[in-house]
């Protein structure tokens, strides 16, 4: 099959919807499939750094932020005619499937309608809850956003809210998949569409397989070692958790993976609270803060691996958590703040508050900080599923989206 897939980003930019497309697509050539992935081109010095790939089409497109990271292509009748030349050249395509939520969505859903193929939507993205948290005039926001819609892709959904949006977008779908239960659950809940199938993101199976040769020695002699990671934005509360690790006063070590707006902010914070590692060398009862920066995906396994716990901290937010499932697959527990990431994860996770609805109090977080380090203390961590390691592998995720692609197409 030769599958075609539309983003809103450039697949070599960062975002977890990029990894999983980069992902996806190796495993369905390994498959014996073809794969072209459609984005905007990128600029800066991110652009200059991806090497010429065939599977690539960048769409001429204009920079979205300051660092020229992140880029948008307007969908209309210039960018059908470029997709369209673009394509000529290639296999015949058999399934189009857009993994995008904004322009990537229209560009794809507009070559679709013109050549009477099959879509399949994976939605990564809660758009009413991140554009609530990360905008000052949300509803204005929403509002343009499904006028856009109408306008670039003709849908007659009605509404002007992040659900409506999404409801726009998988209309004449052949098939919608999201990364969760709960998201495709709240999905069919709001009326997106009447049956969302559940695919996770996975991992990638070698990289999967060398960490745990890492892993397999078992546990290092020390203090618990808590790790957080992601992008350090509001939303995913790393602030809350620096100030429930000081509250808690557990006796560990906590690294911070990643980057993003609030690393300042996050780094006098650890300085005003006395956590920096060198602040109090030698006393063996303060918990300590050390930000590791970005790391290379395959080392940040190996850290995960390492670790005691990972500790997740967003709510609301996330349409899977892909770090808990990471953690599991290694053999590594979690702290989870968001109730529908620990029902979706199953077991081998310390809950923040009572478990069933989200607290986003400090209190409640340095309390699970405290209950998670003691039972790592005592030798007894919480365990983990061990058949997420395997539903988790890209491969196993890859057959069942290959089943679906072959649905779809009648094939």
């Known amino acids: 099959m030769h599958v075609v897939m539309f983003g809103d980003q450039h697949v070599e930019t960062l975002g977890g919807a990029q990894v999983s497309m980069r992902l996806q697509r190796r495993f369905l050539e390994l498959a014996g499939h073809t794969v072209t992935i459609v984005s905007p081109k990128v600029h800066g010095p991110r652009g200059r750094s991806i090497a010429p790939d065939a599977s690539y089409l960048d769409i001429p497109s204009v920079p979205v932020a300051f660092d020229r990271e992140y880029s948008m292509s307007w969908p209309g009748r210039r960018t059908d005619r470029w997709v369209d030349a673009a394509l000529a050249g290639r296999p015949p395509v058999d399934v189009v499937h857009v993994q995008a939520d904004f322009w990537g969505a229209f560009i794809g859903l507009r070559c679709a309608r013109r050549h009477s193929l099959p879509v399949v939507i994976t939605m990564h993205n809660r758009v009413e809850v991140g554009i609530r948290a990360v905008t000052p005039f949300p509803g204005l926001v929403l509002r343009t956003l499904n006028a856009w819609q109408r306008r670039a892709i003709g849908s007659r959904a009605r509404g002007a809210d992040g659900w409506a949006y999404l409801a726009g977008l998988a209309e004449g779908a052949a098939a919608v998949t999201a990364p969760s239960a709960h998201f495709a659950q709240r999905l069919e809940d709001h009326g997106v569409h009447a049956r969302v199938e559940v695919s996770w993101n996975g991992i990638d199976d070698e990289l999967l397989d060398a960490a745990l040769i890492g892993a397999a020695a078992g546990r290092r002699p020390g203090r618990p070692r808590l790790v957080w990671l992601g992008r350090m934005s509001p939303e995913k509360r790393l602030l809350p958790f620096l100030e429930a690790v000081a509250d808690s006063g557990v006796s560990a070590d906590v690294e911070v993976i990643g980057g993003g707006g609030q690393l300042r902010a996050a780094q006098h914070l650890v300085a005003r609270r006395g956590l920096d590692p060198a602040a109090g060398v030698g006393d063996p009862h303060r918990p300590t803060v050390r930000f590791a920066g970005r790391l290379p995906y395959d080392e940040v396994l ?110």
């Open 302 to 411: 190996r850290h995960i691996a390492d670790a005691d716990a990972v500790v997740q901290t967003s709510i609301g937010f996330e349409t899977q958590g892909m770090t808990v499932f990471e953690a599991a697959s290694l053999g590594t527990p979690s702290v989870v703040s968001d109730p529908d990431i620990a029902a979706e994860l199953g077991s081998g996770y310390w809950t923040v508050g009572n478990g069933r609805v989200p607290d986003a109090s400090t209190a409640a977080l340095a309390a699970a900080l405290v209950h998670a380090t003691a039972d790592i203390e005592a030798g007894r961590p919480v365990p983990v599923d061990p058949t997420i390691r395997e539903r988790f592998r890209q491969s196993s995720r890859t057959a069942a989206m290959i089943d679906l692609y072959r649905r779809v197409a009648g094939s």
